[in-house]
C-alpha cells in the first residue's frame, strides 16, 4: 500500500526528515513536518506515523479479509459463481470502513445495510434486522480469527 494515499486522507503531508527513523531516533520518534492549513510548513517533534500506519493497515485488512469472506457466501444477489470474484469488493471495503476489531454485532448489521442500501438502492430491504445473520457471521469470523492471534502471541 502506498503511505501517502492510503494513510493521509486527510490532506495532511507529513515529510519524515531522512535518516531520522533509523539513525537519530531508533525508536521512531522522528521530526515530522506538515503542511497547515494555510500551506505554510509546520515542524514538530513526535512519533513517526508510519509506526502505527503498518498496524493499522494490518487490522483494516483483517477486518476486510473477514468481511469479504462473509459478505461473497452471503451473496444476496446470487451473482456467483458466474460473476467475478471482486463483485462485492467495493462493499465489502465500505463496510470494513465503518466497523472495527470490537464493533458490536448490531454496528455491523447497520453498516452492512446502509452499505447495500447505497449501492442497489433503498426499496431492495436492506435493513438491519435483514442483515443480521450475516453480521453476525462476520462478527464470528472476525472474533474468531481475533482470538487465535491473540493465543499466538
Same mark, same amino acid.
Given at each position: 500500500?502506498?503511505?501517502?494515499?492510503?494513510?493521509?486522507?486527510n490532506?495532511v503531508?507529513?515529510?519524515?526528515?531522512?535518516?531520522?527513523?533509523?539513525?537519530?531516533?531508533?525508536?521512531?520518534?522522528?521530526?515530522?513536518?506538515h503542511?497547515?492549513?494555510?500551506?505554510?510548513?509546520?515542524? =514538530?517533534?513526535?512519533a513517526?506515523?508510519?509506526?502505527?500506519?503498518d498496524e493499522?493497515?494490518?487490522?483494516?485488512?483483517?477486518v476486510?479479509?473477514?468481511?469479504k469472506?462473509?459478505?461473497?457466501?452471503?451473496?444476496?444477489?446470487? @451473482?456467483f459463481?458466474?460473476?467475478?470474484?471482486?463483485?462485492?469488493?467495493?462493499?465489502?471495503?465500505?463496510i470494513?470502513r465503518?466497523?472495527t476489531?470490537?464493533?458490536?454485532?448490531?454496528?455491523?448489521?447497520?453498516a452492512?445495510?446502509?452499505?447495500?442500501?447505497? =449501492? @442497489?438502492?433503498?426499496?431492495?430491504?436492506?435493513?438491519?434486522?435483514?442483515?443480521r445473520?450475516v453480521a453476525?457471521k462476520?462478527?464470528h469470523?472476525?472474533?474468531?480469527?481475533?482470538?487465535?492471534?491473540k493465543?499466538?502471541?
Amino acid at each position: 500500500m502506498d503511505y501517502w494515499t492510503e494513510y493521509l486522507k486527510n490532506g495532511v503531508q507529513y515529510h519524515i526528515r531522512a535518516g531520522a527513523k533509523q539513525a537519530i531516533y531508533p525508536f521512531g520518534v522522528a521530526w515530522i513536518e506538515h503542511k497547515s492549513d494555510k500551506n505554510e510548513v509546520q515542524t =514538530s517533534y513526535g512519533a513517526d506515523p508510519t509506526i502505527w500506519y503498518d498496524e493499522i493497515c494490518a487490522k483494516e485488512k483483517f477486518v476486510y479479509c473477514c468481511v469479504k469472506q462473509e459478505i461473497d457466501k452471503w451473496d444476496p444477489y446470487d @451473482f456467483f459463481p458466474e460473476a467475478p470474484s471482486n463483485e462485492y469488493d467495493g462493499e465489502s471495503k465500505r463496510i470494513m470502513r465503518k466497523i472495527t476489531v470490537s464493533s458490536f454485532m448490531n454496528e455491523i448489521a447497520e453498516a452492512v445495510a446502509e452499505v447495500f442500501s447505497e =449501492s @442497489f438502492g433503498q426499496g431492495e430491504g436492506f435493513s438491519a434486522d435483514y442483515c443480521r445473520n450475516v453480521a453476525g457471521k462476520i462478527k464470528h469470523r472476525i472474533t474468531k480469527y481475533e482470538n487465535r492471534l491473540k493465543n499466538k502471541r
